[in-house]
């Protein structure tokens, strides 16, 4: 139902761009945050066609990022930066699948219910939702994500994370 895209395996995706990687709050409540959808009665309900095909999706790989674009071509600033942290943190292209919920508006919509999220980009890791660009940003930042990846075994064998070129 929805197209996939790899992560690509070039140096483009290990550049660092610090100016997409701003600094997170020093406020601990706010270090987790997950806002609920403005308005519950504006929520419509998931299809169930939408929900299998979400589920599938990801469940397609063990890092699944719905994106805004694809990894060579990011739609937008948070999807380019969560793309970019993904690369510096050295996840395996081979254990990594991106959606583009540009191409598919039941995707787009669906994906943000399906997660409670109001927000895309959104990360999946082993089928659990991460969150979106700010939590990415705050997990690369404080150490948390580069745990997670290395504990789930997604990471590329040889040099993993920052400062580390992925292999062609």
């Given amino acids: 139902m929805f197209s996939r895209s790899i992560l690509a395996r070039s140096s483009l995706l290990r550049q660092t761009t610090t100016s997409l990687l701003r600094p997170t709050s020093t406020n601990p409540s706010s270090q987790i945050f997950r806002p609920l959808l403005a308005n519950p009665t504006t929520r419509r309900l998931l299809s169930d066609q939408t929900r299998q095909a979400?589920?599938?999706?990801?469940?397609?790989?063990?890092?699944v990022l719905f994106m805004k674009g694809t990894p060579e071509t990011p739609q937008?600033?948070?999807?380019?930066a969560s793309i970019q942290i993904l690369g510096l943190q050295g996840v395996d292209p081979d254990k990594f699948a991106a959606f583009n919920v540009l191409e598919d508006n039941e995707l787009r919509q669906g994906i943000k219910e399906y997660?409670?999220?109001?927000?895309?980009?959104?990360?999946?890791?082993?089928?659990?939702?991460?969150?979106?660009?700010?939590?990415?940003?705050?997990?690369h930042q404080n150490g948390e994500l580069a745990k997670l990846l290395d504990e789930?075994?997604?990471?590329?064998?040889?040099g993993?994370?920052?400062?580390?070129e992925m292999k062609s």
């Avoid at 997660?115 to 997990?139: A, H, N, R």
């Fill in 152 to 158: 789930k075994g997604v990471l590329a064998s040889g």
């Fill in 76 to 80: 937008c600033g948070f999807s380019r």
């Fill in 160 to 164: 993993e994370g920052e400062g580390s």
């Fill in 54 to 63: 979400i589920d599938k999706a990801v469940a397609s790989a063990p890092v």
């Fill in 115 to 139: 997660s409670d999220w109001p927000t895309i980009p959104q990360l999946y890791i082993d089928k659990e939702f991460i969150g979106g660009c700010d939590i990415i940003v705050s997990m």
